[in-house]
């Protein structure tokens, strides 16, 4: 089977931006443009740079957002149940559930309960608190969300912005393990949710989502690897190597295809080509492994 899977990369990627300036009066239709484009950035793939590596990883919004066009249907149940953030009290637990309150959060808005996701916002701020990161961020995150509960993209920018700015708070305070950490949690969390669906809803794309994920579990790997000088998240790599064994059972193959520019949204757009091939014992098996890590990460509270 095969799919084209879009990577959307910013020319230029200012995500502080969508905090200045919002009371700046524009005309409907720059606002609405401004708004595509940034809501584009919002679903992309996130290029990180630690020390000097650099790292692919998808953004839990670019998950939720594939859930909703192949008709997935609203399921609270897949989402992580523990609604006491403060059950949480180690830095690696609290840093782990933000990624997968992170990853709740834009599951909840792409289908609209953006009621839901404010009370959810409140215990990512605590997490993010406890972390070290600005409370400032949360707090006036909050406030522009209060003010746009009936627009869900932008929502979204909102959220993405947020993601964006508390990843560069925690490296220019140096707790980039902290960083790995809730990326960790986001991406187990969004592909749970990937997985779970491929169980109730037979459609290619999901399978090959999952499949894809082969290549990002390395940069994962390779990421929580940088930032693991202590020997703190042992554990953790053990569990990524087993769940590796299985993907590397995994087949893919990839055709270049020539990139498209968008000069007037500041977006290129690479479409790669790409073919996943993984049998039905396969996937059950990567699927039993990823909840079982999703549920070592939700259940880490004392």
């Given at each position: 089977m095969k799919n084209i899977t879009f990577f959307i990369l910013p020319v230029a990627v200012v995500a502080g931006l969508l905090f200045h300036s919002c009371d700046e009066k524009k005309t409907p239709k720059e606002s609405k443009e401004e708004q595509k484009e940034q809501t584009e950035k919002a679903e992309g793939t996130s290029i990180l740079k630690v020390g000097d590596k650099l790292f692919n990883l998808p953004s839990p919004l670019e998950t939720a957002m594939l859930l909703e066009e192949v008709g997935g249907h609203f399921n609270e149940s897949?989402?992580?149940?523990?609604?006491?953030?403060?059950?949480?009290?180690?830095?690696?637990?609290?840093?782990?559930?933000?990624?997968?309150?992170g990853a709740d959060l834009g599951y909840f808005l792409i289908y609209q309960q953006s009621q839901k996701a404010f009370k959810l916002l409140a215990n990512c701020k605590k997490l993010?608190?406890?972390?070290?990161?600005?409370?400032?961020?949360?707090?006036?995150?909050?406030?522009?969300?209060?003010?746009?509960?009936?627009n869900r993209d932008s929502l979204l920018i909102?959220?993405?912005?947020?993601?964006?700015?508390s990843d560069q708070y925690l490296k220019e305070n140096e707790n980039e393990d902290i960083s790995a950490m809730i990326l960790y949690g986001g991406w187990v969390e969004s592909l749970y949710f990937v997985s779970q669906l491929t169980q109730s809803l037979e459609n290619p794309s999901l399978r090959t989502r999952v499949g894809e994920q082969k290549n990002t579990l390395q940069n994962l790997i390779g990421l929580v690897d940088q930032e693991n000088a202590n020997g703190q998240f042992d554990d953790i790599l053990a569990d990524l190597a087993d769940l590796e064994k299985s993907f590397n059972k995994v087949g893919t193959?990839?055709?270049?295809?020539?990139?498209?520019?968008?000069?007037?949204?500041q977006v290129t757009v690479v479409k790669s080509q790409g073919s996943v091939t993984m049998d039905d014992a396969l996937l059950n098996e990567i699927i039993d492994k990823v909840t079982a890590l999703r549920e070592k990460i939700i259940t880490s509270a004392p």
């Open positions: 897949v989402l992580n149940p523990t609604v006491d953030a403060s059950l949480y009290n180690t830095k690696e637990a609290q840093a782990m559930n933000l990624g997968v309150y993010g608190t406890e972390l070290g990161i600005s409370p400032a961020l949360y707090s006036d995150l909050m406030k522009r969300f209060e003010g746009n509960m009936e909102f959220v993405s912005a947020l993601n964006r700015l193959s990839y055709t270049w295809v020539e990139p498209e520019t968008k000069p007037d949204q």
